[in-house]
């Protein structure tokens, strides 16, 4: 498909909705802040070096350059911001995850950027560059895998999540069992059109799927609690139940089998028992095929399936992360907004 148009540049350079590329000019001046000050102090050490070599003066300039260095480092790396940036209001951070970049790839950057002040040439023909680059990423960017942005709150440091454990053989019973039923729905795959047409009203029964007496007893009897349980308190849903996809409208779409969303979204040889959400989409930012939303045992999985313009999602917290095409990415908790081309859906579950 064609490239998004140029309004909705944030967008259709995959990130998520609320985060900004920052603009050149301002970059600019930032840049400026963070080396044009350093230069001068060391004009002024080199000139009162003199030919008598080093003296106090020229020292304390060579250390007020040392300190302005690993502050601005201390400051990318940890706060994603050195003092330029943070007086224009911009950010350098992670790609893939809105976070700081960290100490290694803070030093990367910089001693790129460095070596690219050596030639004014170089850092023309890399503007130039960045001025058709989708992201606005130079090269010292592409190299750390970071992107200028807005100033916006940055997210906590993730936390490594641990999965349900999920006993195998059970596992693949479960999924042998859901494949070899039969399909209770009308031929055809089912359509959600239209992310921006008015909320329509849904028969409940479309929206929420029985669970057979004998699934809930499995489930209660899986259920392992310390104490007396609460007779008042619903017993938690399994990992593979409760889940749904919350349209721009409002409307509500169980995630019960794959889920496709795209303009016109086409499932793959094999792929029989799909929903389909088709998204009306004029300026051409989201892809036929975008993304699938799939669910198993161990919960909800996101994918992008190899769209032009990406897909992001972005945690309660504000973190988000572009999605690797073709890479499924785990769900563990609802709340996550589903970012792609100009449009978003939100994950969410239901209590029972």
């Known amino acids: 498909m064609a490239p998004a148009e140029t309004e909705y540049g944030d967008r259709s350079a995959g ?11 301002r970059r600019l001046a930032a840049f400026a802040i963070d080396v044009i000050l350093p230069y001068l102090v060391l004009v002024i050490g080199l000139i009162l070096l003199g030919t008598d070599g080093p003296n106090v003066p020229s020292m304390i300039c060579g250390v007020l350059v040392a300190g302005w260095a690993a502050l601005s480092w201390w400051l990318y790396a940890t706060r994603a911001a050195g003092v330029g940036m943070r007086l224009l209001g911009l950010q350098v951070v992670g790609l893939h995850d809105g976070r700081p970049i960290g100490w290694g790839r803070a030093l990367l950057r910089g001693v790129i950027l460095l070596l690219l002040c050596a030639s004014t040439i170089v850092l023309i023909i890399m ?3 960045m001025l058709t680059q ?13 992107v200028v942005i807005e ?28 494949i070899e039923e039969p399909d209770d729905h009308e031929p055809g795959d089912q359509h959600v059109d239209d992310l921006q047409q008015p909320a329509r009203p849904v028969e409940r029964t479309d929206l929420i799927e029985e669970v057979e007496p004998e699934q809930e007893t499995r489930v209660a009897a899986a259920v392992q609690s310390s104490g007396e349980a609460d007779p008042d308190e619903p017993a938690p849903l399994p990992p593979n139940q409760g889940w749904l996809v919350v349209l721009e409208d409002g409307r509500q779409v ?26 009306v989409d004029e300026a051409r930012t989201v892809s036929k095929t975008h993304l699938a939303i799939n669910v198993d045992a161990r919960g909800v999985s996101i994918t992008d399936r190899g769209s032009t313009n990406g897909t992001a999602i972005t945690d309660a917290d ?12 785990r769900i563990h908790t609802p709340g996550y907004l589903i970012s792609f081309g100009k449009h978003k859906i939100r994950i969410a579950r239901s209590a029972r």
Do not use: C, M
Not at 17 to 25: I, M, N, S, Y
């Open 254 to 279: 169980p995630i019960n089998r794959l889920v496709l969303v795209g303009r016109n979204p086409q499932p793959r040889a094999g792929e029989d028992d799909v929903q389909l959400i088709k998204v």
């Open 134 to 146: 989708r992201r606005r990423q130079g090269w010292h960017d592409l190299a750390a895998d970071s």
């Open 127 to 129: 503007a130039a560059l």
């Open 15 to 25: 990130l998520p909705d609320g985060v900004h590329l920052a603009r050149l000019g």
């Open 318 to 329: 504000g973190g988000y992360e572009l999605l690797v095409p073709e890479v499924p990415r």
């Open 151 to 178: 100033a916006r709150p940055l997210a906590p440091p993730r936390t490594k999540i641990t999965e349900p454990a999920v006993a195998p053989a059970a596992v693949d019973h479960e999924f042998v069992s859901l």
